[in-house]
């Protein structure tokens, strides 16, 4: 007989704005898996109930609001098996104190959506950063872009994706990410923090609300300067140094895919205490 063939999961997406109608676009075009979009609203309010074939060997993604977030998982914790909750996962320290509240309750696998680190792009960064980590004294970044949502404050919009991957990039190098000092600019539209990994460089990012279009890049210098500089809209690395040589790869599996992937076959919930207290480090003075 043959190798037993495990189901692909389900999908549940709850959430129908922007990112929640990409991510169905995405699965439809290139996932036979079965997709069920849910209006994160109707499934507070008690309007709409999960069908039972959605419940059963199914990943929950919720994307939307955070104050709808931390609801919508009240109401699905019970019976979800995994669930990815979106970034922001809090908008200010009240919201992060009724999440933790909430996550004590749930018996399901949690994860924190991290798409980016499944791209081709962020794998090829790490590499090089890795066999470069003694030459790299700083890393720069910068994440702008318009303010999409009037209900999330747009630097957490932007920078929590930087923060899951500095977090990743630690964990790879055996150190731990700090957060030494968060700057919010007036009326919460930008962000500044120092920050660091411990034996290795400092960290410098800066986020949020531009009205010069969107911006997403890592410049990471050394002591003569400017090293390589990833530009994530671009999907391209640039250096001038004969002894990095990046290549990147278009023809792969889409990166929402990868991280499905991922998540269908982890057997533990990967919601570490320490990435939770990051995004909570980020609003705790809001």
Known sequence: ??????????????????????????????SDRVVGQFSARSIVSGNVSIPKHFQDNCIFWIATSPELQIKTLSEIGNFAQKIILEKPIANNAKQFIDLENELDKVQCKLFISEVWSHSVLW???????????????????????????????????????????????????????????????????????????PSYFSVDLKGGKSENGREAIWNLYGEKGLILSANFLKNSISTELESICPVIHTSVEHPIISYLDCVEASDHCQVEEEQLNLHGYLVKEV
């Open 1 to 30: 007989m043959g190798d037993k063939i495990t189901p692909t999961s389900n999908i549940v997406l709850i959430g129908e704005g922007v990112w929640g109608k990409k991510v169905q676009r995405v699965l439809s075009d290139n």
């Open 123 to 197: 794998e090829t960064l790490l590499i090089i950063i890795k066999k470069e980590s003694h030459n790299i004294k700083k890393i720069v970044i910068k994440r702008f872009g318009e303010a999409p949502h009037s209900h999330i404050h747009p630097p957490l919009d932007w920078i929590t994706h930087d923060i899951n991957l500095l977090y990743r990039l630690g964990k790879s190098l055996g150190s731990r990410l700090e957060l030494k000092k968060v700057d919010w600019g007036q009326e919460l539209q930008q962000i500044s923090i120092e920050a660091g990994l």
